[in-house]
């Protein structure tokens, strides 16, 4: 364990090699737990600094996007040190701003971290650049055939708006960053306004290794404002060539239409909203109804609700075991004592999504958690219970973003093609079977992997794995580009765009097409893939 | 050579296994030569044959996307093997309906059937379904790791639209429908209402594929229509998960917007407008100025200026050789005598786009190809000349299509920068160069691969390879897809989407992804790429 260095926040913009600090609307964050304000005070960007970030980022991407994957690699590895070198300096920010457990902070750092570093390795190993090579024949008739390669390029400067539910892994120098600057695209991020402080801390670890490695000031820059004003300058400036984002369905929809009005629209690549289903099937129920009652809750409660893939809404199919499940998941959150959410906003928006649902008389409210009058923000854990004629005939699966679930039960396993008919694009789904429930589990997990992009077998959806066959993304409304995932190594795809180079001379063509591979790199020559392994 | 077959074109819509008689708004092919109206009359498909063709391909589709991959292959081949049984009956049929040369169709015949058989071999090959396997490790700290494996589905039913200057490549079994039935997603294909005849021929030879393979009757549909309306009530229908589109920058943005107005908006991947820039260097001027300038204008004569490939723009530097250029591109021009355009309507829009530059004072008429008042649809090929300075104040860049382009001669090298920046998006960008010109075209190649698709060197844009490393596509207006081709075996992707699978038994996965590769195929194993060669 290293000494944690002494960072002093001051409330600035990283703009390039500049700290600037801005004018506009001042914001402080919140301690959930306390309620108290945090200092230092945080100020919107204005429009002026919103250009400089932008002018500075494309001047950045000439230079930074001919890097070789060599010093790019040892640039992402920079950070990750950086990151870690920041110590209790930075836990104790993010416990501060969030109110999240150490413990998890520890993990989610770690979890940054690593995904910097498997990006550094991804970036090496070179598959990526789907190199391809087509050898020319000038023989052919009736025309001769040219001599064809293909690479990937960055599309160039990147605004990544960091997510409030974490503040590391899905924030500053997440996933997002990571893989837009594996990529070689410049990274702007906004900051979210309720964890300005770790957002700063994080902010001048990537500053730091953007100096170390002597690349441009604009390959990274940092930008505050409270509200809507800052990400929309940021989605209409020209030089932003794509959007990273991570938040609300309304925030996402937002982006996508500026997106879409610009001259030249631009991808976003929005991550929205989900309520990640779960089907027990009647095997399962009767083999362990009751330990996977607890185990949903547990799953629900991680992160007081607070993750993209919480469990929101539950299908039991009644038999055996249903009843043990309902009542072993009433005493799970009954048992779940509140815990402070991310913001104040969070949780007067959890209050109102549960009182929507408490509202409806067709839906029971199944179990409750107890209070703790000392938080500012508690998130009160809710259970509901339904049926599947109600579930049909109310929609209800709009994403309740907390310690919150529906259990919908249903009397007649007939109804499940129309229930996964009737559900909206997911980031998961989830299937509990036993053997004996495999024939009635295979047409299910058919239905399922079209509309979600992960699909969990006897797992809880909670817990994303950072590696190479992830997907964390979905059909629309989980994400707005179901081909693509935000999280594992397929995530360098989306600031990448394929070019052809034709007949090319060799001292002309990009190192990675060059006939004798200096690179060393997997590439695809005349339709066959040759691996260097 | 087999006999041709006896086809009699009868008019109808194909939907699924019926042969429907539309009564919509009725129209006829016209021999773009003659002006002669063709037989038989087509209808515009109504609403409920709409709906009907959708509900067939949404149907087909639980089954078809199942299909192996060995299924799928022998059906693409056989749709080849129904074309060329089709034999002259097809070939004069396109030369009524479009005017086009047999010696043209045969190639783009043999090109339509190439493409079918490279999309079987790329379907059996394996690596487009991008199969990964990340092994679980039950004894990790602090949380056990799952076992993760991703592979690639198809994103549901896709409608195509046809091209009208590819009546067999970009038409009812061309790239696209090649690529979407590959991917395992059913095909509804809105005919062009320039060629309706040979759609009918084509969607017949599928359909009997469709037949010989025993796949479900909604894998294929062919709907006519003379307007918009028909396009829109497919792009809108929810059953339609994706679009393939080529054709003008007014019709791709208009499905563009319906399409994310849906309910859940889907990804239409439209080819637009391009103007393929060509620069041409001193060195190479000086060269070989007269024989590149002869060049240039065999390249924007072939298809009658028809293709999206066309090179509508060239800049040259000015200095020996240029006015040989320019002199031997007016002789050639000169010398071109009027061809029959694909379609009346093309030949309006062409005339128009040649006054809108002929009535630009800064722009200098240099040539004008020779007339043919026996053509119903002549199209005469034109050259213009100008400056770059009046390129950069009157950003001349809109399409013209048709045989026309603008020489834009560069006075001051030093605008290079200048007018690569003000260009938009485009398919292809193309460089001439001597030895001598390298540096000059270093720092150019680097401009142009962020603004293009293709890039060329020494060579011309028109003629588009299809094979691996090919990319048809670019950024906007050139595509509404950058990150995606519509030519070459990745043309596959715009109808796939990823899946992870999380712990799910050997029993239960698909067959790419069990633990003994039982296809062979290529895999990522624990991020390692693992080829079979």
């Known amino acids: 364990m290293t000494t944690a260095p002494t960072v002093t926040l001051t409330g600035v913009n990283l703009i390039g090699n500049d700290d600037v600090a801005a004018t ?7 301690d959930p ?13 204005s429009a002026s600094d919103i250009d400089r970030v932008t002018t500075l ?18 640039f992402l590895e920079s950070i990750a040190d950086e990151i870690e070198a920041l110590g209790s300096t930075l836990t104790e920010r993010v416990h501060a701003e969030t109110g999240i457990p150490t413990a998890r902070i520890l993990g989610e750092t770690a979890r940054t971290t690593g995904q910097l570093r498997m990006f550094a390795d991804v970036v090496r190993e070179g598959s ?14 009736p025309l001769p ?21 974490f503040p590391l892994a899905f924030s500053v120098a997440g996933g997002d960053t990571a893989a837009a600057l594996a990529a070689g695209a410049p990274v702007i991020v906004k900051a979210h306004p309720a964890h300005p402080g770790t957002s700063e801390l994080v902010g001048r670890a990537v500053r730091n290794a953007v100096r170390t490695h002597g690349l441009p000031e604009g390959t990274f820059g940092l930008i505050h404002g409270p509200g809507h004003e800052v990400g929309s300058a940021l989605a209409t400036d020209p030089r932003i060539r794509a959007i990273g984002f991570t938040g609300s369905r309304q925030g996402g929809l937002a982006l996508i239409s500026a997106a879409a009005a610009r001259p030249v629209p631009i991808p976003v690549y929005a991550e929205m909203s989900s309520v990640n289903p779960v089907f027990v099937l009647p095997g399962a129920l009767a083999e362990r109804g009751s330990e996977l ?4 809750i547990a799953s629900m409660n991680v992160g007081v609700g607070q993750l ?6 539950l299908f039991l199919v009644d038999g055996p075991g249903a009843d043990d499940f309902v009542q072993s998941a009433t005493d799970a959150v009954s048992a779940t004592v509140a815990a402070p959410m991310l913001s104040p906003a969070l949780a007067a928006a959890f209050a109102q999504g549960v009182s929507r649902v408490t509202d409806n008389t067709h839906v029971a409210v199944a179990a409750r958690g107890t209070e703790d009058s000392r938080l500012a923000c508690p998130a009160i854990a809710q259970l509901f219970v339904t049926t599947a004629e109600q579930f049909l005939a109310d929609h209800l699966q709009d994403e309740i973003f907390g310690p919150a679930s529906v259990i919908v039960r249903i009397g007649d396993a007939g109804l499940l093609t129309r229930i996964v008919e009737a559900l909206e694009g997911q980031l998961t789904a989830t299937v509990h079977a036993a053997p004996s429930d495999y024939e009635m589990a295979r047409p299910l997990l058919d239905h399922l992997e079209l509309l979600a992009g992960r699909v969990l077998f006897n797992g809880w959806p909670t817990g ?24 594992g190594s397929r995530a360098i795809e989306r600031f990448l765009r394929p070019v052809a180079y034709q007949n090319v001379p060799e001292e002309l063509l990009p190192t990675e097409l060059r006939t004798d591979n200096p690179l060393g790199i997997p590439r695809r020559i005349d339709g066959t893939l040759r691996s260097t392994d």
């Open 308 to 313: 993209c893939t919480s469990p929101g809404l």
């Open 33 to 45: 737990a306390s309620g108290a304000a945090l200092e230092p005070v945080y100020h919107q960007a």
């Open 145 to 165: 055939k040219p001599d064809l390669r293909q690479r990937e390029v960055p599309v160039g400067p990147v605004a990544v708006f960091a997510a409030s539910n």
């Open 464 to 487: 994303v794995e950072v590696g190479h066959a992830m997907i964390h993304g979905g059909p629309f409304p989980a994400t707005s580009a179901p081909a693509t995932t935000s999280v």
């Open 128 to 141: 990526w650049t789907h190199a391809r090579l087509d050898a020319a024949d000038p023989d052919r008739a």
């Open 57 to 74: 980022a494309w001047e950045a991407f000439a230079t930074f996007r001919q890097t070789t994957f060599a010093q790019r690699a040892a």
């Open 293 to 296: 009652g607890a185990a949903y």
């Open 24 to 30: 506009g609307t001042a914001f402080r964050a919140t």
